[in-house]
C-alpha cells in the first residue's frame, strides 16, 4: 500500500469514528386550560435531548408559575401572564418533574436523554 494510499485510509477513519454532532432544539409547551399543552394536545410526559431547551407559553388568560425543585435540575419561572413564555435548558440526562405553584394540578414529568 502506498503511503498517499495509507493517508487517505486515515483520513477516512478518522471521519468515521468523529462523533456525530446533535443539535439542541426548542421544544414549546404551552398551559392552556391550567394543563401543559403540546399541538393542542395534553402532555403529562415530555422526552427530551440533553441540551433541549423547553419553552412554557402561558395560553390561559391568568397567570402560571413553573418550577421544579428536582435534584438533576432546580428552577423557578415565577409568575408570568397570558401570551408571555419562559425557558429552562437541560443540560443532563435524566428525570425532572415540573408543577405550576399557583395550579397544583399541572404536572409534567420530563426525561432527558
Known amino acids: 500500500m502506498s503511503l498517499k494510499n495509507i493517508k487517505l ?3 477516512a477513519t478518522t471521519i468515521l469514528l468523529m462523533p456525530t454532532i446533535t443539535r439542541a432544539e426548542e ?3 404551552s398551559q392552556t386550560n391550567k394543563t401543559f399543552m403540546m399541538k393542542d394536545v395534553k402532555i403529562e410526559k415530555l422526552t427530551i435531548k440533553a441540551g433541549d431547551t423547553v419553552s412554557f407559553l402561558n395560553g390561559d388568560p391568568w397567570f402560571h408559575n413553573i ?3 428536582s435534584e438533576l ?3 423557578d419561572l415565577g409568575s408570568y401572564p397570558k401570551g408571555q413564555s419562559k425557558s429552562v435548558t ?3 440526562p435524566g428525570h425532572v418533574d415540573i408543577e405550576c405553584a399557583i395550579h397544583p394540578g399541572m404536572l409534567l414529568k420530563v426525561e432527558i436523554k
Open 9 to 11: 485510509a486515515s483520513i
Open 90 to 92: 437541560f443540560e443532563k
Open 67 to 69: 418550577f421544579s425543585l
Open 27 to 29: 421544544v414549546i409547551v
Open 73 to 75: 435540575k432546580t428552577f
